[in-house]
């Protein structure tokens, strides 16, 4: 994975001035492009598009210092079809208008082309294991909210607070299908990962594809498929978070597996009265790569 994405990196410096594919450049990686966006925002800490955006500028601003060129020239050289697009998009990464930064030689926010490296981490064993799951249902209660990647999520505490007690009894009774529990289901992630961008959450259970639903219930159908379970227990959330982390840095580039589209499930086995420890099941969706 890491070669592929300096491959990419290197597909991306040479279309910088046109319309990038990523679904091309994943068939040319031999990937998918859910896969490689998700482990790209995963390692370089922003999106695959913002990236694009900062290089597309970095280089653009080069033009605007040393070129004699009109605007309109270089933003056309640039893929924007006018000066007004072109200094938005500008100004959004330096901070400044095009027309500033040649007068005054900046301010200038430089992205420098990425360059993916293989460390050697994985002292700690991931305790992991290889699920065949025929199709299942999850059922629960919903609810939109942002996606935040470090801490306790407050809009996630708020819609799981808001269920009456007697509501957590009745959706345990209901499961009947692995993941065991009570489970936390995250849907419609963003590939990209963007922090703030929403993404479907249900807090509920699984159970076989012939189970009657409750009317008062959402579903989430969950096709047949295969995954990856990572097992964690420590510091609640923080350990959890950190070894959903560790799957994009050392678990995926070290097997011959990619994610493919799916919800992401955390199970809790057990956990302490105040949630501060805990055991967890991470259930990420999967395909061979």
């Given at each position: 994975m890491i070669s592929a994405l300096n491959r990419l990196v290197?597909?991306?410096?040479?279309?910088?001035?046109?319309?990038?594919?990523?679904?091309?450049?994943?068939?040319?990686?031999?990937?998918?492009?859910?896969?490689?966006r998700r482990m790209f925002s995963s390692l370089a800490g922003m999106p695959l598009s913002e990236y694009l955006r900062r290089r597309r500028m970095t280089i653009a601003a080069g033009d605007v210092v040393r070129d004699e060129d009109d605007l309109l020239s270089i933003a056309v050289r640039h893929g924007?079809?006018?000066?007004?697009?072109?200094?938005?998009?500008?100004r959004a990464v330096h901070g400044a208008r095009p027309s500033d930064v040649r007068r005054d030689g900046g301010p200038l926010r430089t992205q420098p082309q990425l360059r993916f490296r293989l460390t050697v981490e994985g002292n700690i064993p991931m305790n992991t294991r290889i699920v065949d799951r025929p199709a299942f249902r999850l059922i629960g209660h919903s609810a939109r909210v942002p996606l935040i990647h470090l801490g306790i999520n407050p809009h996630i505490?708020?819609?799981?607070?808001?269920?009456?007690?007697?509501?957590?009894?009745?959706?345990k009774d209901l499961g009947d299908s692995e993941p065991v529990g009570l489970l936390q289901v995250c849907d419609?992630?963003?590939?990209?990962?963007?922090?703030?961008?929403?993404?479907?959450y249900l807090h509920g259970v699984a159970v076989s594809?012939?189970?009657?639903?409750?009317?008062?219930?959402?579903?989430?159908?969950v096709p047949t498929g295969r995954w990856a379970v990572f097992?964690?227990?420590?510091?609640?959330?923080?350990?959890?978070?950190?070894?959903?982390?560790?799957?994009?840095?050392e678990w995926f580039p070290a097997n011959p597996?990619?994610?493919?589209?799916?919800?992401?499930?955390?199970?809790?086995?057990?956990?302490?009265?105040d949630f501060s420890t805990a055991t967890c099941e991470l259930w990420l969706p999967i395909e061979p790569a």
């Open positions: 290197a597909l991306v410096e040479e279309h910088l001035a046109e319309e990038f594919d990523v679904s091309a450049a994943a068939r040319t990686l031999g990937t998918t492009e859910y896969h490689l924007y079809g006018s000066t007004e697009a072109f200094g938005r998009a500008f505490q708020r819609h799981i607070a808001a269920l009456p007690l007697e509501e957590h009894a009745r959706l419609d992630v963003d590939p990209d990962g963007v922090e703030g961008s929403e993404l479907t594809p012939g189970t009657p639903t409750p009317d008062d219930l959402d579903t989430i159908e097992h964690t227990a420590g510091p609640h959330p923080q350990t959890l978070q950190d070894a959903w982390a560790a799957t994009a840095t597996w990619r994610l493919r589209p799916g919800p992401s499930i955390v199970a809790v086995l057990e956990r302490a009265d």
